[in-house]
């Protein structure tokens, strides 16, 4: 007797990266009206892992200094009181352009700039990201996740942050804006079911 088992989607990058990507350029680029000085690079990379948490460095994708912001994905409420998170996603951002791509992303930037409400914004913009991703895997058909609020940081998380421990791989999207690199987001994501 054959057994077959229903198993959930998995999330391919062709699934996730187009969301994120096309979000981001209609966003910066077309709606803020500043254009990407060359197409967006994508790259699989591992996961760095340490005591069950996803490490962040920073300086595997900059060589200045950036803020951060990591949000988690969860099935459910008591998914994310568990701290078993299906998903992460992680925005760095180039602190010498980032009031740039704030305003170019509709955000308001604050006249001093001073580092705590940049990574505020920072924040923001994670939180726009990861709920366009949510809000379009559910109208394909996958669950809807609940999404945590960024938590926002100046050139690294020490302690990493929370993952789906089956996941060894993450996509990285490396986007250019003024003739540099300006914006890179890192996610990964389990298998998420259907509703």
Not at 97 to 112: M, N, Q, S
Request: net charge negative.
């Amino acid at each position: 007797m054959l057994i077959y088992k229903t198993m959930a989607k998995i999330f391919d990058p062709p699934i996730i990266n187009p969301i994120i990507t096309t979000f981001i350029e209609d966003l910066i680029s077309v709606r803020g009206n500043l254009p990407a000085t060359k197409p967006f690079e994508v790259a699989t990379k591992h996961i760095d892992e340490y005591e069950d948490r996803m490490r962040i460095k920073a300086t595997d994708k900059f060589d200045v200094a950036v803020y951060l912001a990591a949000a988690n994905f969860y099935l459910n409420k008591a998914d994310m009181q568990a701290h078993r998170a299906r998903g992460a996603m992680i925005i760095y951002m180039d602190i010498e352009v980032a009031d740039k791509l704030f305003k170019a992303a509709g955000l308001k930037v604050p006249y001093d700039e001073d580092d705590e409400s940049m990574m505020g914004l920072c924040g923001s913009l994670c939180q726009s990201i990861a709920d366009n991703l949510r809000d379009r895997l559910a109208e394909e058909g996958f669950a809807k996740l609940e999404v945590s609020t960024p938590a926002v940081y100046k050139n690294s998380i020490s302690e990493g942050i929370e993952f789906s421990k089956d996941q060894d791989e993450k996509q990285e999207l490396s986007f250019y804006f003024l003739k540099h690199k300006a914006l890179v987001v890192e996610w990964t994501m389990a298998p998420v079911p259907k509703k």
